[in-house]
């Protein structure tokens, strides 16, 4: 049962415009989510997180939303970069526990 | 670099063989993760130490896994009995108490049991 689940295996953005990663989730016991980049042959990198008391959370050219009615979470990069051709992981954390759930991830191709 | 280090990074061993993967993490990282990646899937969580305490394991960690964090440091996952289906990418991660959910990862091992 994938309690985190990322629907778009890939997704591809020309340089310069918006790339929107989107996330869903059934469990409305986590209480805290985050995104993580990954490149090939490396392990996935922390870029931004959001606790389930907030709606938005900003950092530099990254934004994540999470409406909480709809258990659904957004990862918005502005503008897109080549460099951020990479696989997406959204996680949550099961609240009270250590646990983090993955999604599936998607691939992001920014095209320069 | 003083990023989190997993030793070895490949292992290829035949079925039925014992393997023992090592990570060290950032030094003064009093949190420690081990997770596992198959092809396509997200990390799948294993196990959570908090200093040399292992606080959490999944269910979905058999009687054949077992990880291990002596002196709060370094930390060892031993897989028993290999089956073909242990086959994955082993993943460590790290992070401090007090900067909250922000894990640091290795770079992985990536097992393969022929």
């Known amino acids: 049962d994938q309690q985190v689940k990322q629907n778009s295996p890939s997704l591809s953005v020309q340089e310069g415009r918006i790339s929107i990663l989107n996330c869903d989730y059934t469990?409305?016991?986590?209480?805290?989510f985050l995104w993580y980049k990954k490149y090939p042959a490396e392990g996935p990198t922390f870029l931004i997180s959001?606790?389930?008391?907030?709606d938005k959370n900003e950092d530099g050219r990254f934004t994540v939303f999470l409406n909480k009615s709809a258990k659904h979470l957004s990862l918005h990069i502005v503008p897109s970069q080549p460099g951020d051709s990479a696989v997406y992981f959204c996680a949550a954390r099961l609240s009270g526990t250590y646990k983090y759930i993955f999604g599936t991830g998607t691939r992001l191709k920014v095209l320069a | 670099d003083t990023g989190v280090s997993q030793n070895p990074r490949h292992k290829i061993t035949k079925r039925g063989q014992n393997v023992t993967f090592r990570c060290d993490p950032i030094s003064e990282h009093n949190r420690l993760y081990w997770y596992r990646q198959t092809l396509g899937q997200g990390p799948e969580f294993l196990t959570y130490?908090?200093?040399?305490?292992?606080?959490?394991k999944s269910r979905l960690l058999s009687d054949r896994f077992s990880a291990e964090r002596p002196k709060g440091s370094f930390s060892t996952l031993e897989i028993q009995r290999t089956e073909q289906g242990d086959s994955a990418m082993y993943l460590c991660a790290s992070s401090l108490l007090t900067t909250g959910t922000s894990n640091t990862f290795g770079s992985g091992t990536r097992l393969t049991v022929v």
């Open positions: 959001i606790s389930s008391i907030k």
């Open positions: 469990n409305s016991m986590f209480d805290y």
């Open positions: 130490f908090q200093n040399e305490a292992q606080l959490e």
